[in-house]
């Protein structure tokens, strides 16, 4: 079973178009992120829910918006994607104790 | 704000030597700390943490790490690596009495030598 999972693994999509990245956890867990890991492999933290809500939205562009439906799922939709948007996009979920569990990513190309 | 260098972008070292990462924190009150690995196309896992007491602490895989607070440091050691050690490695701080997020260093890549 696993504990974090993310759909797709793999999107190629052109400059202009909507995508969307699903992420589910089966750890029962209240809080799940969205993180950001550039070519450099350098890890941003872009949002956070705790519970269905929103506690952290680090100055990323209103293109980006995430959606939790219920506190084991949290999605991410982006609009209008640019060059600049590819990377890969990770969910995680966090333990009380504060460690967090990664799902294996989403790897999104912007041509 | 909190903040995390790890000074080596890249280090080599020959199967069977011992290993040591470096990680420095910045963080006003008592971190949380971590290490993360992160083999070629997968996500991150979890090598130990460092909430309180003991400063080594022991994880996954053969690793250990050790805090030093006169330092602000939590570098991670193994007295022996194998060629599946070789991956990316990540330390981070968490600030969980404010926003409630890790922020993670710039990482080190490990390659080793046959």
């Known amino acids: 079973d696993t504990a974090v999972s993310q759909t797709p693994k793999y999107l190629v999509t052109q400059m202009g178009n909507d995508k969307s990245i699903k992420c589910e956890q089966n750890l029962g867990h209240d809080t799940m992120y969205w993180y950001k890991q550039d070519s450099k492999k350098f890890l941003k933290i872009m949002f956070s829910?705790?519970?269905?809500?929103?506690?952290i939205n680090e100055t990323v562009p209103n293109r980006f918006s995430p959606k939790s439906p219920d506190k084991a799922h949290l999605n991410l939709h982006i609009n209008s994607l640019e060059l600049g948007d590819s990377a890969v996009y990770f969910c995680a979920s966090r333990l009380s104790t504060g460690e967090l569990f990664f799902g294996e990513g989403s790897r999104l190309t912007v041509l | 704000a909190q903040s995390v260098t790890q000074p080596d972008i890249h280090i080599t070292v020959s199967e069977g030597a011992s290993l040591e990462l470096r990680c420095n924190y910045s963080y006003g009150a008592t971190p949380y700390l971590f290490w993360y690995v992160q083999s070629p196309g997968q996500g991150l896992q979890l090598l130990l943490k460092?909430?309180?007491?003991?400063?080594l602490v022991q994880g996954i895989k053969g690793f250990e790490a050790e805090f030093k607070r006169s330092q602000s440091s939590f570098n991670l050691r193994k007295p022996s690596v194998h060629w599946s050690d070789a991956a990316e490695y990540f330390c981070a701080v968490g600030d969980f009495q404010g926003a409630q997020k890790l922020v993670f260093g710039q990482g080190t890549r490990l390659t080793i030598n046959p």
């Open positions: 829910y705790n519970n269905k809500e929103l506690i």
């Open positions: 460092y909430f309180s007491g003991d400063t």
